[in-house]
């Protein structure tokens, strides 16, 4: 399939059902992602930030794409994007939250998809 043809990896996750206790609402990927970042990095990153960067792939970020080291090497697109994840949220999120985001999205969309066959 065609990049510009497959659903984003929002479109592909969002109805997963995620083992846990999470609240109604947002898609419950949104607050296993946000959890994650939480206790596992201690760090902030918002719903509206996964949302964005999940809507991105793979458009503009591949399901395997890996942070450049520096900002300067993102694509014109990516940079596009990466200001809009920013507005999304209070706190900056980098180039390796973003392929770490993608990274948990992809978990949970191959361990759902295991459990289900």
């Known amino acids: 399939m065609l990049w510009w043809t497959k659903p984003s990896l929002f479109d592909q996750v969002k109805n997963l059902e995620i083992e846990g206790s999470w609240p109604a ?3 419950k990927i ?3 992602i946000q959890d ?3 206790k596992e990095r201690y760090h ?3 719903r509206a930030q996964i949302q964005e960067i999940l809507r991105a792939v793979p458009r503009v970020f591949p399901e395997g794409w890996e942070s450049p080291e520096g900002y300067g090497d993102f694509s014109e697109e990516q940079h596009r994007v990466y200001g809009e994840i920013q507005r999304a949220g209070v706190a900056h999120c980098s180039g390796p939250d ?5 990274e948990l999205a992809l978990e949970f969309r191959e361990r ?3 459990r289900v066959k």
């Open 25 to 27: 609402g947002d898609p």
């Open 30 to 32: 949104l607050h296993a």
């Open 36 to 38: 994650h970042f939480q």
């Open 44 to 46: 902030p990153i918002t």
């Open 98 to 102: 973003i392929q770490k985001v993608i």
């Open 112 to 114: 759902c998809v295991t």
